[in-house]
């Protein structure tokens, strides 16, 4: 053979196995070599394109579908696009969906800016409604309940497995944005769920550094359709991002036992502060959905809300600036602390609820909760002396 063609096909592969370690291999490759011509076209029995996700995504996936008791988890390049892409997966042109009230904002903007623009009906429920009335006010053609439990800016409780349950008899689907649960504080599929959906870059890559959604079900012919879904759109996650996704897995357990109790911590502290109004964290005792909360998690995570006593938009933005060891940002579930204020953000909400004044978020991260405390008085310290006496 010429040099051109050995430098071809020499070196394709290691001439002894591959040593074992503790994480899959990562593969690059879009093409797959099949070992036959009859499986050129068998891609029921074969993986025939690179794209469709090599050893580090399916180990990925296998570890996924045993955290949440599924039977098929599909990969996708973003939390919004898991959320997306199982919306397109189950519905068509005629169907109607129900959406928490309390949404997170970029589903809102996928069903208002996309669903209905293909014919999909939307409709947006109360989250404070029973479950009865979620699921009475199901018409005809309505085909999935997206519910997100709590939410993630005012942390709502709902009942999801009531509502699952009432759902299932009418023949509706059901599913859930359960990031904050991260499919380990909560299990949605062994609630009666029909999918269980969350942003893996939150909890599960832990370090604020990569991208990625998942959607689990149990039901075969929903893994079905979700990979279908996947194959049809085009999406695909990388090797590298599906190893870094796997490593923070094995994490998880422990970061969010931290987070939990730090932002536990951190609330009952906020509660006796003179400045604040209202604490709202579901795994606080006496908050609003605490019961619920009790009854279905198992633990909680480093996110949730408080609401400050009234001042103007200047005491709301001298609190957060003077604050040090949080930063400002939108995501949460990385190791790091972060804060935002929720008003503009509640703005787009069919039914608007007076809190009683500002409504801040925070995610504690993996910090000592001492310095937060501190770190929250100074703010609060600056929000008061803009505050009204």
């Known amino acids: 053979m010429s040099d051109e063609t050995r430098l071809i096909h020499t070196g394709k592969a290691p001439a002894a196995p591959l040593a074992r370690t503790v994480g899959p291999p990562i593969q690059k490759g879009s093409t797959v070599l099949l070992p036959n011509a009859e499986a050129l076209y068998d891609d029921e029995n074969h993986l025939t394109y690179g794209r469709s996700g090599l050893a580090a995504q399916a180990a990925l996936q296998d570890a996924l579908a045993a955290l949440e008791g599924a039977v098929g988890v599909s990969l996708y390049p973003s939390g919004i696009a898991a959320i997306s892409g199982a919306l397109l997966a189950v519905l068509e042109a005629g169907d109607e969906i129900l959406v928490v009230d309390s949404c997170y904002k970029p589903i809102r903007r996928f069903c208002d800016n996309v669903l209905k623009r293909f014919g999909v009906g939307v409709r947006y429920y109360d989250p404070a409604a029973a479950p009865e009335a979620v699921v009475g006010d199901a018409g005809p053609a309505t085909r999935l309940i997206l519910m997100e439990s709590p939410g993630s800016l005012s942390f709502e409780m709902q009942d999801a497995p009531r509502i699952a ?50 959607a689990a079900a149990r039901d075969p012919r929903l893994v079905r359709a979700l990979v279908d879904g996947v194959n049809n759109m085009g999406w695909a996650v990388s090797g590298e991002d599906a190893y870094a996704m796997l490593r923070g897995l094995r994490t998880l357990p422990t970061r969010m036992a931290r987070h939990g109790a730090s932002a536990l911590t951190v609330a009952d502290w906020l509660k006796a502060q003179p400045e604040v109004a209202s604490v709202l964290h579901p795994a606080l005792p006496g908050a609003p959905g605490h019961a619920l909360w009790a009854r279905d998690y198992k633990g909680a995570c480093g996110l949730f809300g408080f609401v400050l006593k009234p001042a103007p938009e200047a005491a709301v933005n001298a609190f957060l600036d003077t604050l040090d060891l949080f930063g400002l940002g939108f995501s949460w579930g990385g190791f790091e602390s972060l804060a935002i204020s929720c008003d503009p953000q509640l703005r787009a909400r069919r039914r608007r609820k007076d809190y009683g004044g500002p409504l801040m978020r925070l995610h504690i991260g993996l910090e000592d909760p001492a310095d937060l405390i501190a770190d929250l008085r100074a703010g609060l310290d600056a929000y008061a002396r803009l505050a009204p006496a």
Do not use: C
């Open 165 to 214: 349950a009432l759902a299932r008899e009418r023949r509706i689907l059901t599913a859930i944005d359960n990031t904050w649960g991260a499919g380990f504080t909560f299990r949605p599929l062994e609630h009666g769920i029909d999918l269980s959906l969350q942003a893996l870059t939150k909890y599960v890559g832990g370090h604020s550094d990569v991208f990625m959604g998942s």
